[in-house]
């Protein structure tokens, strides 16, 4: 899995639109990103993936720019509750490994009341 | 939703003792993963398992450690003598047949495991 470089940590208030800005320099063509989300005492829980442009679903946006060497995970009105460590990954889905995960340090989101 | 489950949540043994750690992966999927994360540190891998057979280890997963899956649902993890630095949150994942996408691994709630 390619390298990835992101904030270690980042304070929000409610309600407020959070971006977490993930560096990928070295990613490859057939590497897509992925992002986990990792609440204390929990397991990581996938949040979103994808390859270009932008992808949304109902937890989170997703923004790569052109040049793939870099992307944003936006919150939109984040609460309390998205406290947590968020990690960014890269990998090529569909090569013939063992699908090990590769984790950083992540950024750990703290919001505020 | 289907979910990973892993038992005990909390195991506290003596150095040297043997653990074994459980998890139910989710019913359908074929590849097994083991993570280990130290308090305050990251998410590390240390073993996949499929079909099986071991996948890939890391260096982490030494003689000390096996892994079975003894019937059609459970995971388990062992640990043969254990030491202090195996203190740590275990963590089970489980994906489906499309295992080589980065977004379909599942993980458990996790085993808490403190050596004394």
């Known amino acids: 899995l390619a390298k990835t470089t992101q904030p270690i940590s980042m304070d929000s208030y409610e309600g407020q639109e959070v971006n977490i800005t993930c560096s990928h320099n070295n990613i490859a063509t057939n590497d897509y990103i992925t992002w986990y989300q990792q609440f204390p005492s929990q397991g990581p829980r996938f949040i979103i993936q994808?390859?270009?442009t932008k992808v949304t679903n109902e937890v989170a946006s997703l923004f790569i720019p052109a040049d793939r060497k870099s992307s944003t995970l936006s919150l939109p009105r984040v609460s309390l509750s998205d406290t947590a460590v968020y990690y960014c990954?890269?990998?090529?889905?569909?090569?013939?490994?063992?699908?090990?995960?590769?984790f950083g340090q992540g950024t750990t989101l703290q919001v505020k009341p | 939703e289907p979910e990973v489950t892993q038992t005990p949540s909390h195991q506290v043994t003596q150095m040297g003792q043997e653990v074994i750690l459980r998890c139910v992966p989710i019913?359908?999927?074929?590849?097994f993963y083991w993570y280990r994360q130290i308090l305050g540190q990251k998410v590390e891998f240390l073993v996949s398992?499929?079909?099986?057979?071991?996948?890939?280890k890391s260096e982490i997963f030494d003689d000390q450690f096996s892994v079975e899956r003894p019937d059609g649902s459970n995971f388990t993890l062992k640990i043969r003598s254990t030491k202090l630095e195996d203190s740590a949150m275990y963590f089970c994942a489980s994906s489906d047949l499309a295992a080589t996408s980065t977004d379909t691994q599942y993980f458990g709630p996790g085993t808490r495991l403190t050596v004394l």
């Open positions: 019913s359908n999927h074929l590849y």
């Open positions: 990954l890269v990998g090529d889905p569909f090569s013939s490994n063992t699908g090990k995960l590769i």
């Open positions: 398992f499929y079909n099986n057979e071991i996948s890939e």
């Open positions: 994808g390859y270009k």
